[in-house]
């Protein structure tokens, strides 16, 4: 058990609907990070925060955004879904926004019908 | 384009033999490599890195050797277990970046009894 934890663990929704998926990292880790993982694909980078500011961008696409709250917990929404955002997402957590050793969450499996 | 590749999708080993992954890059501004394990249903798991100033580093069973003349890096698990079953990913990191992991697609190692 990494102690990041993810929710929802699964997620089935329709096209051009909208989801947030949450995360809660270690505890005393400021910086979190999200990760995508499409079918037969490595973990793509799409955003960080650390204590609450954005401090990096990845392949992002536009219609997804996420936030860091005061509490630390982050949340990653989608919206306008398409089929070819189903994926893994997983979340990972460090102590500061540099960190090389990150802890993985177990992940949240979306699949958009 | 891939920064960070793992030309070997499977790999299958028979117990206490040595597995070899290997990883190869493109970026020479990376410099620090990790390898991360994952098992189904699971987050990746972090199992050991290398800092780019060195060519060798050993913890336990697992060894990762870095040659930055040839871009390439592996992992050497002796002797495998069954329980090293999984998927392992490399990953790497931009000096002075922040945190973000740029990953391979990972190569699903079978340790056979």
């Known amino acids: 058990d990494s102690g990041v934890t993810q929710t929802p663990k699964h997620l089935i929704t329709a096209t051009g609907q909208r989801v947030t998926l949450r995360c809660s990292p270690r505890?005393?880790?400021?910086?979190v990070y999200w990760y995508q993982q499409s079918l037969d694909q490595g973990l793509q980078f799409l955003i960080q925060?650390?204590?609450?500011?954005?401090?990096a961008k990845g392949n992002i696409l536009e219609r997804f955004s996420a936030q860091q709250f005061p509490d630390l917990h982050s949340e990653l929404n989608l919206s306008s879904l398409e089929l070819g955002d189903s994926a893994l997402y997983f979340c990972a957590s460090s102590v500061d926004g540099f960190s090389y050793e990150q802890y993985f969450g177990p992940g949240t499996r979306l699949t958009v019908t | 384009d891939q920064q960070v590749k793992q030309n070997s999708p499977s790999l299958s080993v028979q117990e206490g033999r040595i597995s070899i992954l290997n990883c190869d890059y493109t970026?020479?501004?990376?410099?620090?490599f990790l390898w991360y394990k994952k098992y189904p249903a699971e987050g990746p798991t972090f199992l050991i890195s290398i800092s780019s100033i060195k060519d060798k580093n050993e913890d336990g069973r697992f060894t990762v050797f870095l040659n930055k003349s040839a871009k390439h890096l592996s992992l050497h698990i002796v002797p495998s277990q069954p329980g090293d079953s999984a998927v392992y990913f490399c990953a790497a990191k931009i000096g002075g970046s922040q945190g973000n992991l740029i990953f391979g697609k990972g190569t699903k190692l079978s340790v056979k009894p």
């Open positions: 970026n020479s501004m990376f410099d620090y």
């Open positions: 925060y650390y204590n609450g500011e954005e401090r």
């Open positions: 505890s005393g880790d400021l910086s």
